[in-house]
């Protein structure tokens, strides 16, 4: 049996922007999916959302994941069961853990010698096949871990802040949230374009920002990107909600984190807020996480093959 493991995401900037290549800041957070393997007979894929063979209904990530690798080295059956920690379908990357963590098992049963590149390469490719059309962010923090900067892929200070999650447990789908905003700019270029490219710029000076541990001028920018997002139809009632109570309640900046249309905001927090915001978001109607960001991306846990 082989456990590996991959951290769930926040976005301090950029999501939707980084599918048209614009910038984004994204964090590796202490929150993880472990995923189990082992030889068996046929193929098993376990969690839960339920107990499935190669199944696009249920378990499209994870199917597509056992196709490809069969592609590239043959072998009969697997066991995976998958338990995880991130709320599925809540902007904190659970598509994106699941994949690094079940390439990252096979490539220790299997022995395929994939270093984090190629996992991370690997799973853009699935979360693209899947989603229709995506960044490589997500896959790309799972793996690595960190405060990461796209496209350029550049590792930047972790903040010195904690980060209080807020979840409206409203499950969105991130692959129809990107066809939304896709069909927006499809129809209005020159308006959604430049939001677009807004965002971008929000990202790129939220980098020096980082650098100079400047946090209230980042979480002023925070709360630009929201606006921004709204703007393209990503928010919804019970995020606003959310998102201006802990604002009230001292966040230095709170928005969105991944597709939105439900799922979590985040809120950018100084030691002393830590209290009080959480229990604004409960007091909102959400579900507050308090959490930090990890170094630790893709790993191996277990190995006794
Ligand atoms: N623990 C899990 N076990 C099996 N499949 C999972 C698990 N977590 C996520 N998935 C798969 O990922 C899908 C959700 O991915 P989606 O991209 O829509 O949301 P997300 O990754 O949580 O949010 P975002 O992409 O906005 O960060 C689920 O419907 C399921 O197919
Ligand atoms: C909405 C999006 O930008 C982030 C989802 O976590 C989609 C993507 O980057 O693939
Ligand atoms: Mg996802």
């Known amino acids: 049996m082989i456990t590996c493991s991959a951290p769930a995401k926040v976005y301090l900037f950029g999501e939707h922007a980084v599918v048209y290549n614009e910038s984004a800041i994204c964090c590796a957070i202490s929150i993880r999916t472990r995923v189990n393997i082992e030889y068996s007979e046929n193929i098993v894929i376990n969690s839960s ?3 499935t063979g190669i ?21 009969r059956g697997v066991s995976i069961s ?13 598509s994106a853990a699941v994949v690094v963590a079940t390439i990252c098992a096979f490539n220790n049963l299997l022995k395929l010698g994939m270093d984090k590149e190629s996992i991370a390469s690997l799973g853009h490719s699935i979360e693209k096949e899947i989603q229709g ?3 490589a962010a997500d896959t790309y923090v799972s793996t690595m871990g960190g405060t990461i900067s796209i496209p350029m892929r550049q590792h930047l200070k972790n903040p010195r802040c904690n980060l209080v999650i807020g979840n409206t447990n409203v499950f969105s789908s991130t692959g129809q949230l ?7 700019k499809t129809i209005y270029p020159e308006v959604i374009t430049p939001i677009l490219s807004t965002i ?14 400047d946090y209230r001028a980042l979480g002023e920018l ?12 990503v928010s919804c009632n019970e995020l606003s909600r959310l998102i201006h109570s802990s604002r009230a309640a001292g966040a230095l900046g709170a928005k969105i984190t991944g597709a939105g249309g439900g799922g979590c905001m985040v809120a950018l927090v100084g030691n002393e807020n830590i209290d009080a915001i959480s229990r604004a978001i409960k ?9 930090g960001v990890t170094d630790s991306g893709v790993r191996v846990d277990f190995d006794n093959e």
């Open 133 to 135: 059309s995506a960044s």
């Open 178 to 184: 990107v066809a939304k905003v896709a069909s927006l």
């Open 200 to 213: 971008g710029k929000a990202s790129l000076r939220g980098e020096s920002l980082l650098e100079n541990e």
């Open 283 to 291: 007091n909102a109607g959400g579900v507050p996480i308090v959490t």
């Open 82 to 94: 998958i338990e995880s920690d991130i709320p599925v379908g809540s902007g904190l990357g659970s």
């Open 55 to 75: 199944d696009y209904e249920i378990h499209p990530y994870v199917s597509a994941v056992v196709e490809k690798i069969r592609k590239k080295s043959p072998y």
């Open 49 to 51: 959302l339920g107990t």
């Open 222 to 233: 925070m709360d630009v990107n929201q606006g921004l997002l709204e703007a393209i139809g």
